[in-house]
């Protein structure tokens, strides 16, 4: 069905984990991002599980398309996505005018997806006793796969989506369906509650 506002915050609502399916780059992938992450005024941790972007570009990402901040900031950089200008002093980054002071982690190897869990683990424990709702991106799963077998990266997700579905989180995660056969983004969306299409300049979403 065609999604609106509305049908996004309904989403963010019920289901604990979404399936972004958008070209990259596509047009509207950044407004539906940030729609996932930041859908109502409640206070937040956003929190970053980045392949393809340096942490810098995903806080540009929500000031450019929200006008409020998280509470906490977290952001697991792997492999390249460091390598930006903030990446060879990473300061840079933690302080920006809005104050802004994200937590870091960098996952070296983008075939590493045990010390990957552990860091996002270690995200979500930092904020445990606090009241924000958690929000999580992980952008983008195509990336992942060019490390990663499909079999592989679904075992991973499947332990993943139950962590967060734990930690009372919300996450969304980003795939570009034309970068792979059905089977494969039929495989993943069949672990998350709901799926978000970017298609011919509209959203359709599907539930379980």
Known sequence: MKGDVATMETVFEEASSVLLLSPSLGEGESDACIDLLHPDDVEKNALWVSYTKSPDAQLRRWRNHSESRPANVGVVSVGDSMRSVSAGNPQSANHGSDGLDPSIETVTNPNDLTGLGISITEQLTRWHSNDARTVVCVDSLTAMLQYVDRQTAYEFLHVLTGRLY???????????????????????????????????????????
Do not use: K, Y
């Not at 980003?174 to 059905?182: C, L, R, S, Y």
């Open 166 to 208: 734990a930690a009372d989180a919300v996450a969304h995660f980003h795939m570009d369906p034309g970068a792979h056969d059905d089977r494969t983004v039929e495989s993943i969306a069949s672990l998350c509650d709901a799926v978000v299409e970017l298609r011919d300049g509209e959203r359709h979403i599907r539930c379980r």
